[in-house]
């Protein structure tokens, strides 16, 4: 089953926590036992999985991301926005979560983020759960 969802972000680069909304997608589904593919159709923006316990993570995560690909690097597009674009390439667009009992298989502090690095957009995210 294929779910499709929209994320307003807020700021130029930042991490939204979807864990929720991709839950809700995988409960939706009424698949008990597979796999859920999240998917952002966009070039400008990631989907991670990763520590949802401290805001500060997501802080350095963006910060690491800076210093990796500045905004000021000499770079020819003509949109200026040609870090969001290697910051998505470095992230990715998708992902793979397990999905048992009806429900997501995270870590204790893990969650799903959609990595914004040319916001503030709306963003679509797909999920599409596959049973065993």
Wanted: charged content about 20%.
């Amino acid at each position: 089953m294929k779910t499709e969802f929209s994320v307003r972000t807020t700021k130029r680069e930042e991490m939204v926590d979807i864990t929720s909304s991709v839950q809700r997608a995988v409960r939706e589904s009424g698949v008990s036992s597979g796999f859920a593919i999240v998917y952002v159709p966009h070039t400008t923006c990631g989907v991670t999985i990763n520590e949802n316990a401290d805001p500060s993570v997501r802080h350095d995560i963006l910060l690491g991301l800076d210093h990796m690909v500045p905004q000021l690097a000499g770079f020819t597009h003509a949109e200026g926005n040609s870090p969001a674009h290697i910051k998505s390439s470095l992230v990715g667009c998708s992902l793979q979560v397990l999905v048992d009992g009806g429900s997501l298989v995270l870590g204790t502090w893990q969650g799903i983020f959609l990595c914004e690095f040319d916001g503030p957009r709306t963003r679509r995210v797909i999920v599409k759960v596959v049973p065993d």
